[in-house]
């Protein structure tokens, strides 16, 4: 799984083309959501969409979550 961040909004963009077990994992062990990426067109199919307007706080709190997830 890789992920980037588009320029000029906040979410982040994961590669899904691993299948669905990386998301499951997101959701599971991370507590983090997640949105399919198909949702915002059929060019970001295969794509998750993790957004993160929350509280500083909040995005620290999941981020922390996240890093042995993706790395």
Not at 38 to 49: D, K, N, Q, T, V
Not at 60 to 65: F, L, Q
Request: charged letters at 30%.
């Amino acid at each position: 799984m890789s992920a980037s961040a588009d320029k000029g909004v906040s979410p982040i963009v994961a590669d899904e083309s691993d299948g669905e077990e990386p998301a499951r994992r997101i959701v599971r062990e991370g507590r983090v959501g997640l949105a399919p990426g198909i949702a915002f067109g059929p060019e970001a199919e295969g794509w998750l969409r993790i957004r993160f307007a929350q509280s500083p706080d909040l995005v620290s709190r999941a981020m922390d979550r996240l890093e042995p997830i993706l790395t």
